[in-house]
């Protein structure tokens, strides 16, 4: 028996393969099916079904292209309800790979299909339990993106997963591994661990959401701090129940772009600019109005989370070996209306003697400095979570997390020089890069944020345990 976790650290998710005596499944793919194929080929083994735990908001899934691929049947749990031909599992229903077993467990709470599925090995004996969103390690499935208007609540479906917690997986074996869809960094849960998996009894000892309580109390606990999930959720959502176009019809879209064709296209469509290269290297010469998004970090969900409208036309900048990534983690999470990008980069742009504009980044050790000249009067803003600028900030710095940085403008010294920072220059960068494109000349970047600005002299206020925050 074969259980393999690919975990994909952007999207903070976790598909699985699982084989026995030459069968596969997978469970929850990611959109780009190929590396599933390739090693079940690799194997000598054919995949026989393909699992998902639920209709995913976050990412597309490669289920339709890895069916369409492979002959492999599509499964889901009750009360699915997608648009193409698939099994739709009754509850503890028992599905064969090999010589292991794999049942059905209804979980609904995250959505209402939202199931788990239990692996039996050859013995007999139950090894694993693949939790979907039900259940992260330090965390449960946030229990507000199935609501529906008049007819089921947050707290409805709250309800459903406290149910669905102690009545279907707590009653398991305490030795029981637990594999989930996510871990920390995804905007489907609010508390998950670094780890991507952990015992069922571990769990039960240190998950909040699992400690013995009401009902009431679990209620409370899990709809508290939720923040708004990214605009393209439902989306995905959609996406995921009624189909897609393949990975190869994706590719054959975009285009590579002269500077001059690139400049054209971007005046004639609206298109929004995305610049993926690393803060330190944008900052020197990028295309005006362009927004930095690196592909060396959060880029996927940080594109969901900016980009509100999943049709928008993007174009995009570069490095030549990084292309075909970019195109690839877009389309993970639905971003399909790309147009092209920079051929030969920003070297190309420069080339041709098209402008250029750039963004003062300077040390936390200079930002420290100006501090003491300024007696502590600089304009700071801090684009840190919440629960980040809470747990320590530089004393009078202003908190505009990024992901709300556009609802808050007017929060933006026009006169006085904006300086902006976040934990580690990833997101600054990005702030900075939007302030900049609204007309905000007079924005500075502090590279290696506060992680370095703590090392200084610059005073800041007393740490709080972020596990004392809510």
């Not at 976790?5 to 780009?32: F, H, K, M, N, W």
């Not at 590719?251 to 609206?270: R, Y």
């Amino acid at each position: 028996m074969i259980v393999e976790q690919i975990y994909t650290g952007c999207l903070a998710q976790g598909a699985y393969y699982i084989q026995s005596e030459g069968e596969v499944a997978i469970i929850d793919p990611l959109r780009e099916v190929q590396p599933y194929i390739a090693k079940a080929a690799r194997n000598g083994a054919k995949i026989k079904y393909i699992f998902e735990t639920h209709f995913h908001a976050d990412f597309v899934s490669g289920h339709l292209d890895l069916s369409r691929q492979t002959g492999a049947q599509i499964v889901y749990g009750p009360n699915a309800n997608p648009s193409f031909d698939c099994i739709v599992a009754e509850d503890n229903q028992v599905f064969q790979v090999g010589k292991i077993s794999i049942k059905v467990l209804h979980t609904p709470g995250h959505t209402m299909e939202s199931s788990c599925y239990l692996l039996i090995d050859e013995n007999g004996h139950e090894h694993c339990l693949f939790s979907g969103d039900t259940l992260f390690i330090g965390d449960v499935g946030r229990p507000d993106l199935a609501q529906k208007l008049g007819s089921i609540t947050t707290k409805d479906l709250a309800g459903f997963l406290y149910d669905s917690l102690r009545n279907k997986i707590m009653t398991l074996s305490d030795d029981l591994i637990i594999y989930p869809a996510h871990g920390a960094g995804s905007a489907c849960g609010k508390n998950m661990s670094k780890e991507t998996f952990d015992t069922l009894g571990n769990q039960k000892a240190t998950n909040y959401a699992l400690k013995e309580q009401t009902k009431e109390d679990f209620i409370a606990a899990v709809t508290d701090g939720l923040l708004p999930p990214p605009y393209y959720f439902p989306k995905n959502v959609m996406m995921n129940k009624t189909g897609i176009k393949t990975m190869d019809e994706i590719v054959k879209s975009v285009q590579a772009l002269s500077p001059e064709a690139f400049e054209v296209a971007a005046n004639e469509t609206g298109a929004i600019v995305i610049d993926t290269r690393t803060a330190q290297v944008f900052k020197d010469a990028f295309i005006p109005n362009s927004i930095n998004i690196g592909i060396k970090g959060d880029f996927a969900p940080w594109i969901g989370t900016l980009i509100t409208d999943i049709e928008q036309e993007i174009l995009f900048v570069a490095e030549e070996e990084n292309i075909d990534e970019v195109i690839t983690r877009l389309s993970r999470v639905g971003y399909d209306n790309v147009i092209g990008y920079l051929a030969g980069g920003i070297n190309a742009w420069v080339a041709a003697g098209k402008e250029t504009d750039s963004i003062e980044s300077i040390s936390a050790t200079e930002f420290a400095k100006r501090f003491e000249e300024a007696e502590g009067k600089l304009v700071v803003k801090d684009v840190r979570k919440q629960t980040e600028y809470t747990a320590e900030h530089v004393d009078e710095a202003m908190n505009i997390p990024l992901a709300v940085l556009s609802d808050n403008m007017a929060e933006f010294s026009k006169t006085e020089t904006n300086y902006i920072h976040c934990a580690g220059g990833y997101r600054s960068m990005m702030a900075s890069s939007i302030l900049k494109a609204r007309g905000f000349d007079n924005v500075v970047d502090v590279a290696g944020g506060f992680a370095e600005i703590a090392k200084t002299s610059v005073p800041k206020t007393d740490f709080v345990c972020p596990s004392k925050l809510k």
